[in-house]
């Protein structure tokens, strides 16, 4: 089974639409921000002597630090080719 972003983007090219796409990645990238960010901030208050729950926090809060970071590259960088070899010329 296909994902459901290549599905997408096989439509949008044969339609020649990119609006179905567009609010697909759009619901995934809100639902995955806010997941990321509500994890973050339901761990964020916790009693400085329990280690665990230290530990859940800064797990939280890297998990969405990175995820945020892997998006700003995604939308700033464009995708690398297949033929690396070929631009290296």
């Known amino acids: 089974m296909k994902p459901v ?7 949008s090219i044969e339609t020649g639409e990119t609006a179905a796409l567009e609010r697909l990645l759009t619901a995934e990238l809100r639902d ?10 339901a ?3 916790y009693d400085a002597n329990d280690v665990a729950a230290g530990r859940e926090y800064v797990k939280a809060y890297v998990e969405y630090i990175h995820f945020v ?20 010329r």
């Open 32 to 41: 995955g921000l806010h997941d990321s960010f509500a994890r973050v901030q």
């Open 43 to 45: 761990t964020r208050r």
């Open 5 to 11: 972003a290549q599905l997408g983007r096989e439509e």
């Open 69 to 88: 970071e892997r998006l700003h590259e995604a939308i700033t960088n464009p995708a690398a080719g297949h033929f690396a070899e070929a631009e290296s």
